[in-house]
């Protein structure tokens, strides 16, 4: 393959209006925005691993999913987005109480106080135990993360204070998200649907509604009727499509195997194909030393992860039943387009950088430098058209 054929540069910058709606997490770094590129390489996969999975924004824009033929497994060594995920799976009612509440800067405080005095004991506990799960933390964590401006929300030894100066919460720039309309479970007007008709439990007529009373899990003394035109107690549920979201998200969730560790837990031998042929995997690891980017941005953070899973990558490139989407900024792993990789290079939106003062930010920089690599076994350009045409 001629070297210049293997690029592809699409860099025009999304607007935010794609799969990135559907996730309930404000996540940093989040591919969701352009999901439906990795679904198109990666194809009907029989089973889809996400090594480094944060929002889960890929996996919940899978077109066609049916949980009769496909397998997912998805895994974060951040203890607060595995138990987030489980959470939304098991009591999606209990995090999503959590997560109907005001934006509030004394809250905000509080809540990652709490988030992060309990951080290093729940990834024990979800490590130990495959059934534990803390809906109050993941609710916590889904509110505290839809309303903080940046990174910094999981940060060891960083825990706010009221002392004079300024710090956490306090530090410039802290303070909850006041831009627009809101993000993640506080943007206005923007609770996501998964898919249209849906199916399963989501089919017509067997989702619960809130008319003329309610039924089964809406009936009256469960989930409020705020239709009755009589007002309601102040403990009561305000958001009731937060609910409705999240019962669609633990459907979804069902069936995906969620693992808390290092990427190699999901990555190491050879057993990845044995649950579904292809195997597909989307890596969207840190960025790398390459990045030139802060070096706590993340709250489990490498710069060297990237290029040992590009290294993985190359070992199994060369399979057939392997279909690899690799993440990252073009310069950290271009040297694969001498090996039958290929290249979608796109421009994120670029977040926070837009009201950066002054001189061009760093983060407006690299916003231009996002790139997607796709292994030799993707399917081609012309293919990825036909998975999304219908044809």
């Given at each position: 393959m001629d070297f210049k054929d293997a690029e592809h540069d699409d860099r025009k910058e999304h607007d935010g209006t794609g799969p990135q709606s559907s996730v309930p997490v404000a996540y940093f770094g989040g591919k969701g925005l352009v999901a439906d590129i990795v679904w198109a390489a990666l194809g009907d996969v029989g089973h889809y691993v996400e090594a480094f999975c944060g929002s889960c924004a890929v996996l919940l824009s899978r077109p066609d999913w049916d949980p009769a033929r496909?397998?997912?497994?998805?895994?974060d060594s951040d203890g607060q987005i595995c138990n987030a995920w489980r959470s939304l799976q098991t009591d999606p009612d209990a995090v999503a109480k959590r997560c109907d509440w005001p934006v509030n800067h004394a809250d905000l405080m509080c809540r990652k106080r709490v988030l992060n005095e309990q951080n290093g004991a729940l990834l024990e506990k979800l490590c130990a135990d495959d059934s534990y799960f803390d809906a109050k933390l993941a609710g916590y964590y889904i509110w505290a993360a839809s309303c903080w401006i940046g990174h910094g929300l999981i940060c060891p030894g960083a825990i706010p204070h009221l002392g004079t100066g300024g710090v956490g919460v306090h530090a410039k720039g802290k303070i909850p998200h006041l831009a627009d309309g809101g993000k993640g479970v506080h943007a206005k007007g923007k609770i996501p649907h998964l898919a249209d008709g849906g199916k399963g439990v989501h089919a017509k007529g067997k989702i619960p509604h809130l008319a003329d009373g309610g039924k089964g899990v809406h009936a009256k003394g469960q989930i409020p009727n705020l239709g009755n035109g009589g007002g309601k107690d102040v403990r009561e549920p305000y958001t009731l499509n937060i609910y409705t979201w999240f019962r669609r998200l633990s459907e979804r969730l069902r069936y995906v195997r969620v693992v808390c560790g290092d990427w190699s837990r999901v990555c190491g031998g050879n057993w990845?194909?044995?649950?579904?042929?292809?195997?597909?995997?989307?890596?969207?690891?840190?960025?790398?030393?390459v990045a030139d980017r802060d070096k706590a941005l993340y709250a489990v953070d490498s710069q060297t992860v990237?290029?040992?899973?590009?290294?993985?990558?190359?070992?199994r490139a060369a399979d057939p039943d392997y279909r690899i989407v690799l993440a990252g900024y073009y310069e950290e792993h271009e040297s694969l387009l001498r090996e039958g990789w290929?290249?979608?290079?796109?421009?994120?939106?670029?977040?926070?950088?837009?009201?950066?003062?002054g001189a061009e930010s760093r983060g407006q920089r690299n916003r231009h430098r996002e790139a997607l690599f796709f292994s030799p076994h993707c399917r081609k350009p012309a293919d990825r058209m036909s998975?999304?045409?219908g044809q």
């Open positions: 496909h397998v997912e497994t998805v895994n990845q194909t044995r649950p579904g042929r292809p195997c597909g995997i989307f890596f969207d690891p840190p960025y790398s030393d990237a290029h040992d899973v590009r290294e993985w990558c190359r070992t290929t290249v979608y290079r796109w421009s994120a939106v670029g977040g926070y950088s837009h009201i950066a003062g998975l999304f045409d």
